[in-house]
Each structure stands twice: as structure tokens, then as C-alpha cells.
């Protein structure tokens, strides 16, 4: 399922600290403390800096350079094929960089990590289709989710805790589906499917979501509570939102980041990479 990336079913140690970090300038934030044990002195939650991925000749990515900040809810936009995809995979470790540096917070060289390592240091990603335990019910999902040992025989003699119903209950609470925990997921709706799956995510208490095209398929109501549900889960976490519903972008965004070719075309506000004449001619059109 899609969530695997964020879960510890593998338990590896995260690699040491590189020494060398902390050069990358400082990004958006919104001066908002990252969680436990990850060093983000400068605001900044991610740093790329001259990513480059190339498959069989061909640039996926080109000389990329992106800062995310602690907290910051940012969205990233572009036509079919401009590499948002791949930069995605590059975060999570899926696809490995031809060249480039890429850190979570000051220390952690995530071109040295794998993806268990990386999902295990705070990454987690959710793909466009929502893939949930469909046998189980919305309760069980959370709670297969959770940051523990997913060992057999630990899980065989697993008993929740007062604290883990507490925090299954929060997150419930927080994707709306507290009525339904006991309903089977496969008979959710795709919007209720979607939120199920953020809510995964949550359970890890990742300190960046990577949302692929979240609202796709949704209703009206659900991509407004989507808005509502990202806009609150920013400052306790960082998003990088990928979508092209631009009214979902322009609802959420503070910050846009615009990508043609492998690189950065754009950034700013929605309304500034609006004006720009370069995205007007590549992806957004008269």
C-alpha cells in the first residue's frame, strides 16, 4: 500500500550525521519548532540544491534547487512531465540523484539514507490513489499505522494502550471519520478513502507530507474540508502539496513553487507565478 513508505514494518538504524551540513540558505518558514531529535536551526525542514535524475539520457530533473520551511505549506505546479513526480521520489528515497545534495534539516543526507530510513526520520508520502486495508476497518487501519514495532510476534501480543485509543481517537477526530471508525474501509467513499489514508500518514507523526494530487476525485465538500485539513495540519507539520486543481492551490498556498523541464521556473505567491509570463506560457496558458 502506498503508506508503506511511511511505516516501520523494517526497523534500520538512521544513518549518522553528516558534519558537513548546514550551508544550504535559509527557506519560508513560519518559526514553528521541528519535532524530536531533527536539527532545523536555519527554518529550514528540506534543502535541495543542484538535483539532478537522468534516465537513459533524459533529464527527469535538471539541476533542481528547492528550500522547504518548518511548518510551510507549499505547493508545487507544473505540466504533465515537468518532474514533479520524480522529485517526489528523490525525497523518499525511490530514486536516487546523478548529482545534488538533499537534507532533512541540517544533518540528515537523505542521498544516503533508504527508504525505511527515511520514512523512519519523519518523510511521509501519500500517492494520488488512496490504497487502504479494505477488509479492515477504519480503526484497524490507524491502528496497523502506528509508529511501533511491527514485528509478528509483537504485534501477536499487542494491546493498545490508553494513549495509542487517545491518539487513534485524536486523528480520527482530525479526518472526520470518528462516526465511521468502525466502518469497513472499502466501504468508505474515495474522498473518505483519501482522508483515511492522510490519516496514516498522521498516525507516524511525519514532519513533511508529500500529498500527490489529493483532491482528485473529490467532491465540492471534500475538497473544501481537504483545504480546511491541510491549512490546520500547517506548523505542525510541513506539506508539499502536489496539484493542479489551481483553485485548491489558491485556497491553501502560501507559497508556490512552479516546475518545467526538471527545474525551478517559478516561485512566489499563487497570484505572482499567475503573472509570470514564462508560466503563463508553459502551463497556464491565456
Known amino acids: 500500500m502506498s503508506v508503506t513508505a511511511t511505516a516501520d514494518f523494517m526497523l534500520e538504524p ?9 550551508a544550504s540558505r535559509d527557506a519560508i518558514g513560519l518559526g514553528h519548532a521541528a519535532g524530536k531529535g531533527l536539527n532545523t536551526r536555519h527554518g529550514t525542514l528540506l534543502t535541495l540544491e543542484d538535483i539532478s535524475v537522468s534516465f537513459d ?12 520551511g518548518v511548518g510551510e505549506l507549499r505547493c508545487i505546479i507544473g505540466p504533465n512531465g515537468a518532474g514533479k513526480t520524480t522529485l517526489m521520489d528523490v525525497i523518499t528515497g525511490k530514486t536516487r540523484p546523478t548529482q ?17 530510513q527515511i520514512a523512519q526520520a519523519g518523510i ?24 511501533t514495532d511491527k514485528s509478528v510476534w509483537a ?4 494491546r493498545l494502550s490508553g494513549e495509542q485509543k487517545d ?8 479526518i472526520r471519520l470518528s462516526p465511521s471508525a468502525q466502518r469497513q474501509a472499502g466501504l468508505l467513499s474515495h474522498g473518505q478513502k483519501q482522508f483515511l489514508e492522510i490519516g496514516m500518514l498522521l498516525m507516524q507523526d511525519p514532519q513533511l507530507l508529500l500529498l500527490d494530487e489529493p483532491v482528485a476525485g473529490m467532491t465540492d465538500a471534500e475538497t473544501e474540508f481537504t483545504a480546511e485539513l491541510f491549512k490546520s495540519l500547517a506548523g505542525k ?20 513553487t512552479v516546475l518545467h523541464q526538471g527545474s525551478v521556473l517559478a516561485e512566489g505567491s499563487l497570484e505572482q507565478v499567475q503573472e509570470n509570463e514564462r508560466v503563463i506560457e508553459v502551463y497556464l496558458g491565456r
Open 167 to 174: 491518539r487513534i481517537a485524536q486523528v480520527l477526530e482530525t
Open 155 to 158: 504485534s501477536l501480543r499487542a
Open 14 to 22: 538512521i544513518l549518522d550525521a553528516n558534519k558537513d551540513a548546514g
Open 57 to 68: 539520457g533524459f533529464k527527469a530533473l535538471n539541476d533542481l534547487n528547492l528550500y522547504i
Open 100 to 116: 545534488g545534495k538533499a537534507w532533512f534539516g541540517e544533518t540528515l543526507d537523505l542521498t544516503r539514507m533508504s527508504e525505511v
Open 237 to 256: 507539520h510541513s506539506l508539499m502539496v502536489v496539484e493542479h486543481d489551481m483553485g485548491f492551490v489558491g485556497s491553501i498556498a502560501d507559497h508556490v
Open 124 to 147: 511521509g508520502r501519500k500517492f494520488q490513489k488512496p490504497t487502504v486495508f479494505e477488509a479492515l476497518s477504519v480503526f484497524e487501519n490507524l491502528e496497523l499505522a502506528q509508529k
